[in-house]
Structure formats: C-alpha cells, structure tokens
C-alpha cells in the first residue's frame, strides 16, 4: 500500500494534470472551426448561381404604389373687411365654430348728410336780402352706416387680432376660417408622378386607430407652381468594408402631391405619418420576367441570355411595362419559353425587390 501512495497515485495525478494542460492549450491557440478562418466574416456568403436561367413565360400581375405620407390640416379661408370703417361689436372669436353666411363682427362708417339747396325766390317776391334774417342751421348730428361681415365658409376661427371700437381697412385681414378637415399629401417624385399618369387614382391607407384599411375619397394629384432646382451632386463615397463606390442619393426633386382627404370619421392629427398605397391594376397573361433579371429603367431594359457554347452572356434589348412585385412586364423583346439569366451581371441575389409602377 505503501508503494501505491508513493509511486502509483502521484504519476496518475500528474497524467490528469498533463491532459488538463493539453486541453487548454488546444482551446487557447487552436479554436474550434478554424478551417474557415480564411473566409472573411463581413462578407455575407451568396448561395445562388449566377447563370441561373429562367423562362418567360404568361403570368397575371399586379402593381401597385407605396408611399410615405403625412397628415395635415387642410386650408382655411382668409376673412376679409368688406368695408372701410370702425368696429362695433363682434360675436365671435378665437376658436368659435361658425356657419357658412353666420356673423362674426359688425362695422359702421359715417355717411355724409346731402346738401341743402335754397328756393329760387320768384319774381316780384322779396330778394333773401330784403328778408327777415334766418337763423343758422345747428350741424346734424353724424349719422352712420352698420355693416355686418359674414362668415364665407364653415368651421373654426383662427388668428383673429381685431378688437372692438378698433378700425378697418377694406381688404384688410380679419381672421382664418379653417374647415377641420385634413387630407393626407404624399409627395411624388417626377417617376412616380409619370407612372400615374392616365390611371384611375384608387388608394387607400392605414391609420393606427382604424382596423381596415381607409379608402381614400376622391384622391387628386396637385401640382406645384414653381419647382426647386435639385442639388448638385454629391461626390461618391467608398464602402469600408467592401471597398466598393457608393453611388449618394441624388435626392429626387418633388414636383408634386398626391391628397387622399381623410373622412370624417376618422381619428387623425396633424404631424401623423402614414403610408398610402396606390393600385396601379392588373394585367393578366403578360410575358414577365424577375426584375433581378432586367438592368435599366422606364420603359428601356436589357435582360441577358447564355451562350451555352462559349457560356458568355449575351445582352437583349427589351421594352418594360407594368412593374410589381418581383417582376416585371416585357412588351417587346422576349418570346414565351426563352430562357434568359435570373440575375443579369451585377445584379445582387438580394435585390429582389422594385418599386411598383406602370411605364
């Protein structure tokens, strides 16, 4: 027993310590999955084939508009003097509901009393002179006109400074009238303001405090009188971590608006950003193709082909119409069952998404 606690349970001891040692040197140089250390881990792996092919072939699509929207109050009327004068008496102020012809404010001017002619005297009567002296006439007293200015449109008053026994100008600014109604106004790019262009508006909307979706009552596209000129362009910048160029974002110019008036019932406020999705309508048994497969914009595309020989791609001229939801439409340059790359060259496998519209 002796020689076992001396020699034996001591060189066992120092086995297990010596694994120990070895394993945690392992775990500290030699990680697990080393083998892909090699690969660089801010470059995400794409899994699919560049020479993919697909056929085109008929296929009902839809299309439609998404755009980033906001609530707003719609105009008020202007209250205008309609006459020159001083203020007698007002009826209503600062956020007063008024009705359409209602009163809001009295004004009076003073009129000018009409002269007083004297008799011709006929011959053989005595001259004015000759006559007994007539007393003076005592100045009238002034006498005015009462005016009343009425409301020109239904809602609530807003920005009214005037007072009472205060003066007006004809013209002069009164008050606002707003309607307390409010629309929602998306604005639109030149692009998407041209896709629009011979549709027949049909968008809804959704508001956080209705379950459905709203639809918008008569939506119109309104036009701006003066455009601003675009900013000039930014110089391109570099990806860190790909090193490839950044092409900044040009910052579309916005030429115009497209206002849903929101119903009555309806629980908004002012500053409530929404979306509003336009329908753009449906085409059934078009040619499509993935809109990963077509490189260009508007009308003009290209898609590719593969030359199964030389196994280099060949472009083809396309002509583009209805865009939706990952494809789109091809009205000239492809035949049904021709096969064309999935992913024109250059064209991420990501990329799988475009703007709806209709060309």
Known sequence: ?????????????????G?????????????????????????????FDQHALVTVEPTDLSSELVLPAMVQPDAGTALKATTTGEITKIWLGNGDQV??????LQVRYPVE???VEMPAVPDGEESPEDAAPVPAPQPAAT??????????????????????????????????????????????????QLSLLDVELDATTELPTTADPVACTTPAITEDAEIEEPAAPQAPEVDPYSGEMLTPDSGGVSAAQLVCPVPAEARVVPGLGV?????LGTRTGVLTVPTTAVVGEGTAGTVFTLDEATGETIPVDVTLG??????????????EGQEILEFAPGVDAEDMTVEGGMW
């Open 143 to 192: 006498e005015y006109r009462y005016v009343n200015l009425i409301a020109t449109a239904a809602g609530t008053i807003s920005g009214m400074e005037v007072v009472e026994w205060g003066d007006l100008a004809e013209g002069d600014g009164v008050a606002t009238i707003s309607p307390d109604t409010y629309s929602i106004i998306a604005d639109l790019t030149p692009e998407q």
């Open 19 to 47: 694994l120990i040692a070895l394993a945690l040197v392992k775990m500290a140089f030699f990680p697990a999955g080393d083998e892909t250390a090699g690969e660089d881990p801010l470059t995400p792996g794409a899994d």
């Open 275 to 279: 979306e509003v999705t336009v329908d």
């Open 1 to 17: 027993m002796d020689t076992l606690r001396r020699y034996v349970f001591p060189v066992i001891w120092m086995l297990i310590l």
């Open 99 to 104: 009705d359409l012809g209602q009163r809001i």
């Open 113 to 115: 009393p009409e002269p």
């Open 322 to 335: 209805m865009r939706g939801d990952g494809a789109v439409e091809v009205t000239e340059g492809l035949e």
